[in-house]
């Protein structure tokens, strides 16, 4: 079966110094999420708004459903739909004028529209608050009428650019749960988000891109496995830090102590204690447990500040 998303060499330089995309491949399956993650500046939003016709690229080939972004852009926004960072709703308009706007600009008839209207807002479970004004809407509820009109094309292809920024944890379980049914229903997701959690927890397959390059590609087990498997926690205290992280040449900063890999897990332990009392250290806490995305992210892409990193 063709992806639903085919990216080649993909290029886009912003004046003579912004490199943001330097030669972008990508395929994406239909059905399922496919998240996109990256430190800021490494090129997410970018390759958003080419795939979104947002913006052409330099060089290379965008095609979603086969149809290339550039040259067909028209073609190519029939079978998307987007929401943004910030929910981009009219706050002058009702929840049901605001998906029937939409509908309309996608070519639906005024019945259609409507009948549209309502049955997303009964699947988004706004159809109590359908005849309110969007600026009464409450944060999460704005994120789920933006969710709500990306939908009203029936896209093949549903692109959610941090779709739950902003939003408080409780409606970011929301999101995610709609996001799931939005995937049982048919749908193919592209995400990218902030919130490694979030692409832990919903993404079938993750794509880690930097400096305008994709360097990582599976699934979240699959990039866990990458940090080279158990992981090693020791909780120091201040004055200690310094002097144990050139000791665990290894370790990287975590929070109040060290992080180091363990794939030999209680040997490794062991050694790393016997390492630091050799120096008169005493951990304040120690633990093995397995590698999180976040540990993946970190180490594919070395995003740890300056200040985080052990000094060899």
């Not at 086969?66 to 987007?82: E, M, Q």
């Not at 079938?204 to 158990?230: P, Q």
Request: glycine share 10%.
């Amino acid at each position: 079966m063709n992806p639903i998303v085919e990216v080649t060499d993909l290029h886009k330089r912003f004046g003579k110094e912004v490199v943001a995309l330097d030669g972008v491949d990508l395929a994406i399956p239909i059905g399922g999420v496919f998240a996109l993650l990256g430190p800021n500046g490494a090129g997410k939003t970018t390759l958003i708004r080419v795939l979104a016709t947002l913006l052409n690229p330099d060089s290379g080939t965008a095609r979603i459903s086969g149809i290339d972004v550039a040259t067909n852009p028209s073609a190519v926004r029939s079978k998307i739909g987007l929401a943004g960072q910030y929910a981009a709703v009219d706050d002058y308009l009702t929840g049901a004028e605001n998906l029937e706007m939409v509908g309309r600009l996608y070519g639906l008839t005024a019945r259609e529209a409507k009948r549209r209207s309502s049955e997303i807002l009964d699947l988004f479970g706004l159809a109590d608050v359908a005849g309110r004004y969007a600026k009464t809407y409450s944060g999460g509820m704005r994120r789920r009428l933006d969710l709500a009109a990306s939908l009203v094309g029936r896209p093949a292809l549903l692109i959610l650019d941090e779709p739950t920024t902003g939003i408080d944890p409780a409606n970011r379980r929301e999101v995610w749960c709609m996001v799931q049914q939005l995937v049982a229903d048919g749908t193919t997701v592209l995400l990218t988000t902030q919130y490694l959690e979030e692409a832990d927890r919903l993404a079938d397959r993750i794509a880690v891109i930097d400096h305008g390059r994709i360097i990582s590609e599976g699934t979240s087990d699959e990039l866990k496995a990458r940090t080279g498997g158990t992981v090693l926690t020791i909780g120091l205290a201040e004055t200690d830090r310094e002097t144990a992280a050139r000791v665990l040449e290894t370790a990287t900063a975590d929070g109040d102590g060290l992080l180091l890999p363990a794939p030999g897990g209680y040997t490794d332990l062991r050694t790393a204690l016997d390492a630091l009392d050799a120096h008169d250290i005493h951990p304040t806490a120690v633990a093995l447990r397995q590698p999180t995305l976040d540990d993946a992210f970190l180490e594919l892409t070395d995003h740890r500040p300056a200040t985080d990193r052990a000094e060899n």
